[in-house]
Each structure stands twice: as structure tokens, then as C-alpha cells.
């Protein structure tokens, strides 16, 4: 679909919600339109992803429940690649490899490595609304898999053992009564 607002470059930023807001735990609705606002949402959330920094953010970390996600595995200043994927979901899974040292913009002060598959297929649309099919493994993998389980309310942390989870809530816990 095409874009049906003038193209403004919004450069304004979203606020991240952070653990442990419950927003981030409730799957998101699909994307059923791709009207002007969810162009703006889209260009808000970019700004937002580069003055992080980060690599990827879902449109749930910003408290839209929709299905949606941008992401730059390159984040240099001068080789921007902003990718945009609409309802985007995981076709193929394989393989498995340790991802290191994994972080989250909202999991703050915490990173650890996490178990996920080797390569992924994933289908999706793009801003215009037309269909992509993206084959990933390595880094822009695991950025997938990561982004995509915040659509489903999934947070990285929700795949350590029981034992380093429980270890950062508590941390957490500690922290927010301290505030
Ligand atoms: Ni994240």
C-alpha cells in the first residue's frame, strides 16, 4: 500500500515502557491497515531505535499493541538501513546457537546469553505493504527472534533458566523499592 500522508520526518521520540510493565506482556493485535499512522508510529519508533541506541524495537515497547517492529543491525550514523516489518511472523526455525551477551532496551542494566535458533524464515510486509520473505541466520537472526518475541509478550528474559531470571526480579525489585 501506498503512503497516504505527505512524508514528514518526525524525529520526535517514544518513551520505552521497561520491566516490569505489563503492557509488555500481553500479545499484540496485527496491523490492519498501513494508513498514515502507523507511517507516523513507524518513523517515531526509528528515531527512537537510533537514539537509543539500539538494533531493534517492537511497536509494543512504546505501548502500541499492533504488530510491528523496525530494525538496523547496522546502526553507523552514515550506513542507516532501516528495515520495517508488519505482522511479521517466524515460518522456519533451525539449528541452535548461543546468542551472547543478549540486552533489551526494556530489560535495563542486564545481559545474558540466550538459547535461540540458528536461522530463521520470516514472512512479513514492509511499510508499503508488500509481502517480504526474509531468510536470516547469525546476528539479524537472533535480532528477529528477539523482536518478534516481543510481539508474541515474550522478553529475552523469559528464556533464561528459572534461576537468572528469578535472580534479576528480585534484582529489579530491589532497585524500584529503592527509588
Ligand atoms: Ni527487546
Given at each position: 500500500m501506498k503512503r497516504n500522508s505527505p512524508q514528514v520526518v518526525d524525529m520526535s521520540k517514544l518513551e520505552i515502557l521497561t520491566y516490569p510493565e505489563k503492557f509488555l506482556f500481553h500479545p499484540v493485535e496485527p496491523v490492519e491497515n498501513i494508513d498514515g499512522g502507523v507511517q507516523e508510529m513507524i518513523d517515531k519508533m526509528a528515531a527512537t531505535m537510533y537514539a537509543a541506541p539500539g538494533v531493534g524495537l517492537a511497536a509494543i515497547q512504546v505501548g502500541?499493541?499492533?504488530s510491528l517492529l523496525v530494525y538496523d543491525i547496522a546502526p553507523q550514523r552514515d550506513e542507516r538501513s532501516l528495515h520495517v516489518l508488519i505482522n511479521p511472523r517466524i515460518v522456519v526455525a533451525e539449528g541452535e546457537i548461543i546468542s551472547e551477551n543478549e540486552g533489551c532496551l526494556s530489560v535495563p542494566d542486564f545481559r545474558s546469553d540466550v538459547k535461540r535458533a540458528a536461522a530463521v524464515t520470516v514472512e512479513a510486509a514492509d511499510r508499503e505493504g508488500k509481502p517480504l520473505r526474509i531468510d536470516a541466520e547469525g546476528m539479524l537472526a537472533i535480532v528477529l527472534q528477539h523482536e518478534i518475541d516481543h510481539l508474541q509478550?515474550?522478553?529475552?528474559?523469559?528464556?533464561?533458566?528459572s534461576l537468572k531470571r528469578e535472580l534479576y526480579k528480585r534484582r529489579m525489585k530491589k532497585k524500584l523499592r529503592m527509588k
Open positions: 502500541w499493541g499492533k509478550g515474550t522478553l529475552f528474559i523469559d528464556r533464561l533458566s
